[in-house]
């Protein structure tokens, strides 16, 4: 059974970086079928989606335009985990931050599991 | 992007009841509809995916149908187990998005 487990911190300063660690049990970071996925949720957008990493021969990632420009997911094969950077945050990235596999594997894609939740607030 | 839309954004409804949720597409996305559970203070669960497909484990309750633009989500006998909140997401192409979601109140 796969599982993910989030660490990281639940308050940031505004501009300074927001940083999450999503932890896979049961699975590889490597695998050929599968994703890795940050998402987020608030009151005023809903769920959002931020971008994904994943292994075809090499590494790829695809980042949502929104937060383009701030963000980084990194693939950790050592310890089996990825992570989100995001930087120069502003109260408005404070959300609910979830990690996620996306089932890749021809055809339509879903997410399934999804790690615990992490509460980030961006303040002073 | 491909706008998600949810209909009802909340509803109330009893034990027993046949609960129906709608989620339309902006553009078409063939069977690429995923439907997710979300109890308060966890995160969402995968309830179908490709728009009908349950995932194992679900109970078969829970289904779905459509294709293109229109799809539907119904629980066929509401359990009060399944207070919740529902969301839809496509997986159609990049980025993915998901619906505003649906709050089933009993």
Redesign the interface.
């Known amino acids: 059974q796969v599982q993910l487990q989030q660490s990281g911190p639940g308050l940031v300063k505004p501009s300074q970086t927001l940083s999450l660690t999503c932890a896979i049990s049961g699975d590889s970071v490597s695998s050929n079928s599968v994703a890795w ?1 940050w998402i987020r949720q608030s009151p005023s957008r ?4 931020l971008g994904r990493t994943y292994y075809r021969s090499k590494w790829y990632n ?1 980042y ?2 929104s937060v383009k420009s701030r963000i980084t997911i990194n693939a950790d094969t050592s310890k089996n985990q990825f992570s989100l950077q995001l930087n120069s945050v502003i109260p408005e990235d404070t959300a609910v931050y ?1 990690c996620g596999r996306e ?1 890749t594997a021809g ?11 992490t509460l980030v607030t961006v303040s002073s | 992007d491909i706008q998600m839309t949810q209909s009802p954004s909340s509803l109330s409804a009893s034990v027993g009841d046949r609960v129906t949720i709608t989620c339309r597409a902006s553009q078409s996305i063939g069977s690429s509809l995923n439907w997710y559970q979300q109890k308060p203070g966890k995160a969402p669960k995968l309830l179908l995916y490709a728009a009908s497909s349950l995932q194992s484990g679900v109970p078969s309750r829970f289904s779905g149908t459509g294709s293109g633009t229109d799809f539907t989500f119904t629980i066929s006998s509401l359990q009060p187990d399944d207070l919740a909140t529902y969301f839809c997401q496509h997986s159609h192409s990049i980025p993915w998005t998901f619906g505003q979601g649906t709050k089933v109140e009993i």
């Open positions: 996925n809903g769920l959002e989606w695809e949502a335009i979830y089932f055809g339509p894609n879903w997410f399934d599991p999804w790690g615990q939740g």
